[in-house]
T-cell receptor, first 115, second 112 residues
Framework: GENVEQHPSTLSVQEGDSAVIKCTYS??????FPWYKQELGKGPQLIID?????GEKKDQRIAVTLNKTAKHFSLHITETQPEDSAVYFC??????????????FGQGTTLQVKP | IAGITQAPTSQILAAGRRMTLRCTQD?????MYWYRQDLGLGLRLIHY???????GKGEVPDGYSVSRANTDDFPLTLASAVPSQTSVYFC???????????FGEGSRLTVL
């Protein structure tokens, strides 16, 4: 089955700097790659996603890149702010198979943005 | 807007007891999921259901069972709780195979 590895486990940056979180996946059939943000005491919430037919997607200060050949994808946050501090999860899933719809998550990255 | 409601929010349970975590969604989503979250391990899929009447096993299904009698409810049962099932459990749902996954607020379970 699918396996998703996420690095780093913790990341500390100064306010205004950029943050990059990287994930690799094992199943070449995976075609959907979302990123979730989890604030303390809350459930995760979707912040951005990318599908296998594109290599990059941007939404204001966040962007995601996908390299299907290497089977890795990354989250980029620019101009970080203290409210970006949270746990971030990457995930991968496939469609059209017995594994349809199963979203497998990485281990999570705790991002701390220092004022 | 309720979204996904989980109950209880927190529970302490003696080992060997039976426990059911409840999950209800009001978005009429077809697919529902149960994850457990443990430090350093992220979110691991326990069981899922792509539509009412069907269920499937995730990454860590042992010791857990689910049912999907209707679209809205997806309870998770621990038949005989063990300390290794101490975790935060999240229920989630989405419209189709690759739509946005919506999470509940979680149920914190401690098994002593």
């Amino acid at each position: 089955g699918e396996n998703v590895e996420q690095h780093p486990s913790t990341l500390s940056v100064q306010e205004g700097d950029s943050a990059v979180i990287k994930c690799t996946y094992s199943d070449s059939a995976s075609n959907y790659f979302p990123w979730y943000k989890q604030e303390l005491g809350k459930g995760p919430q979707l912040i951005i996603d990318i599908r296998s037919n594109v290599g990059e997607k941007k939404d204001q200060r966040i962007a995601v890149t996908l390299n299907k050949t290497a089977k890795h994808f990354s989250l980029h946050i620019t101009e970080t702010q203290p409210e970006d501090s949270a746990v971030y999860f990457c995930a991968a899933s496939t469609t059209g198979s017995s594994n349809t719809g199963k979203l497998i998550f990485g281990q999570g990255t705790t991002l701390q943005v220092k004022p | 807007i309720a979204g996904i409601t989980q109950a209880p929010t927190s529970q302490i349970l003696a080992a060997g007891r039976r426990m059911t975590l409840r999950c209800t969604q009001d978005m009429r989503h077809n697919a529902m999921y149960w994850y457990r979250q443990d430090l350093g391990l992220g979110l691991r899929l326990i069981h899922y259901s792509n539509t009412a009447g069907t269920t499937g096993k995730g990454e860590v299904p042992d010791g857990y069972s689910v049912s999907r009698a209707n679209t809205d409810d997806f309870p998770l049962t621990l038949a005989s709780a063990v300390p290794s099932q101490t975790s935060v459990y999240f229920c989630a749902s989405r419209v189709g195979e690759n739509g946005e996954l919506f999470f509940g607020e979680g149920s914190r379970l401690t098994v002593l």
